[in-house]
């Protein structure tokens, strides 16, 4: 008799991170004080260029930033702390590049500190970027390969390990940590994050974490916020490293291996300001109001990513005096996913079964715009293969659902609405089918 095969399964807190599924990654970083870096804020130039006294905001507020995210919908929110300058948004001991060494609160302020009060407040649960790769301020830039066991290197490996160190273990329990382009194994010479991690917080998920963490997180392989139309939240390691960027990878980080030995979901991100905007749309720059997304268009990236098996992450471009000054956008976005998705858009809702043919009944035909399946993968990915009939026409056909999946049915009017389960492995169960 054949061994049975075991497929990967998510820990409770991968189970956690999915049922979120919408968060902001918070950008508050020095290079909109001299926007005419940009393209050298990964060089040492920024110790002239950018000093730590030029950063000045004149209109502060948190308290601000994390509000538009409630207001938004969001339900976790990531602070850059440390971005490619290297400029610290606490009061590092390592060196005088942080904002113990300007003129906000006479340099008694710790920015960092009050993000996570702001989420205590609005009941978000707080997440930290941290950038390993590149540091101008040590001159580390990750567009150039380094040699990761020189002196000069290895120097900088420990002001991350006790950077790291400092923002992991003051600040309480962290939802998620941030590894923006992964991690540099300690093996070739990277810091010691995956010692660090189990020691300070070994219940975050990181995302491009480090090699053996068990509730990472991988990058879907793109800024659009898109998904793939299959999106598994599991991928197949060893063959490559999903941390990689290009080739081959890039449709993994994708589609990921409904047949794959690690259970690694995606997360998409995107700016909520266009891609050719200050920064490529994550950063503030002056003027450029215009090139904020509509809430019609974050909505469709919702319906793309979280409706495709993954969380969504919106980018928040703070502006120089340091409030969010697109906070009407998230406001439209919350309202129009309420009007979307919420109880007053609901025709129907049944809960699901282990039945592989699954209806939901209207009390009369109506037009019908979404239909929203939710899968139990809390013992992994079951559904290989489903489609979806309207009064026994078949609207819609693909592989995965997984913790949510949104089909858009663009108004077509029926009475009955049937979630078929064509191809699956061992016993499948839906948790609830909702018809909008």
Avoid at 377 to 395: K, N
Avoid at 414 to 429: C, N, Y
Wanted: charged share 25%; aromatic share 10%.
């Amino acid at each position: 008799m054949p061994e049975k095969r075991q497929f990967a399964k998510p820990t409770p807190q991968q189970l956690e991170w999915a049922e979120q599924e919408l968060g902001v990654l918070i950008h508050y970083v020095m290079d909109i004080y001299n926007p005419t870096m940009n393209d050298k804020i990964k060089t040492k130039e920024v110790r002239t260029a950018m000093p730590a006294s030029i950063f000045a905001p004149e209109g502060w507020d948190v308290d601000q930033w994390i509000r538009s995210a409630k207001e938004a919908g969001a339900k976790y929110a990531i602070l850059v702390a440390n971005h490619c300058t290297g400029f610290s948004l606490w009061p590092t001991k390592t060196d005088d590049y942080s904002v113990a060494s300007c003129a906000y609160k006479n340099g008694q302020g710790d920015i960092v500190r009050e993000f996570i009060d702001a989420c205590k407040k609005y009941d978000l649960k707080p997440g930290l970027y941290y950038s390993t790769a590149c540091n101008g301020y040590y001159g580390i830039n990750d567009a150039y390969r380094q040699d990761y066991k020189s002196p000069e290197y290895q120097a900088y490996v420990r002001v991350v390990e006790q950077q790291v160190t400092e923002i992991w273990s003051q600040y309480g329990d962290l939802f998620e940590l941030w590894f923006d382009g992964g991690n540099i194994p300690v093996s070739e010479g990277g810091p010691h994050t995956p010692d660090l991690v189990r020691k300070y917080q070994p219940n975050a998920v990181c995302f491009q974490g480090p090699e053996g963490h068990p509730h990472n997180l991988r990058w879907v392989g793109n800024e659009n916020g898109l998904a793939s139309g299959d999106c598994f939240s599991t991928i197949t390691l060893g063959a490559s490293r999903p941390e990689l960027e290009y080739g081959e990878d890039r449709k993994l980080l994708a589609s990921g291996d409904p047949f794959g030995n690690c259970w690694l979901p995606a997360e998409t991100d995107m700016p909520n300001r266009e891609a050719c905007a200050y920064g490529g749309g994550w950063g503030w720059a002056e003027n450029e109001q215009d090139k904020v997304y509509s809430a019609e268009h974050l909505l469709d990236r919702y319906i793309n990513s979280v409706g495709h098996n993954s969380n969504l992450l919106i980018g928040m471009a703070i502006a120089k005096n340091g409030r969010f000054e697109d906070e009407q956008q998230f406001i439209d976005f919350g309202k129009l996913i309420e009007k979307t998705f919420g109880n007053g858009a609901k025709l129907a809702e049944v809960k699901g079964t282990s039945a592989p043919v699954q209806t939901v009944t209207l009390d009369e035909a109506k037009p019908i715009s979404y239909v929203v399946i939710r899968e139990d993968i809390t013992e992994g990915h079951r559904v290989l293969g489903f489609r979806v009939l309207i009064d026994g026409e078949e609207i819609f056909a693909a592989r995965c659902i997984g913790h949510k999946r949104i089909v858009k049915v663009d108004g077509k009017v029926g009475k009955t609405v049937t979630v078929e389960i064509t191809e699956s492995r061992d016993t499948p169960v839906l948790r609830d089918i909702t018809v909008y």
